[in-house]
């Protein structure tokens, strides 16, 4: 896995306006509180690799 693909993965799984994960219903049509566990692994996997600076201009 790349950057790319972990921001691809933010930008699909954001959170409804019921509070759960819309991309996991669109996905795979299942509910999911958000943040699920993608938006965990890709958000600890960013925080990592790059600047909490950049990390702050996502949320
Ligand atoms: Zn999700």
């Known amino acids: 896995m790349n950057d ?14 019921d509070g759960m994960c819309a991309g996991c219903r669109a996905w795979w049509s299942r509910l999911t509180p958000y943040p699920c566990w993608q938006v965990d692994w890709a958000t600890s996997r960013q925080a990592r690799t790059i600047t909490a600076r950049v990390l702050d201009g996502v949320r």
């Open 4 to 17: 790319e693909q972990e921001q691809a993965i933010l930008a699909v799984h954001v959170r409804g306006l």
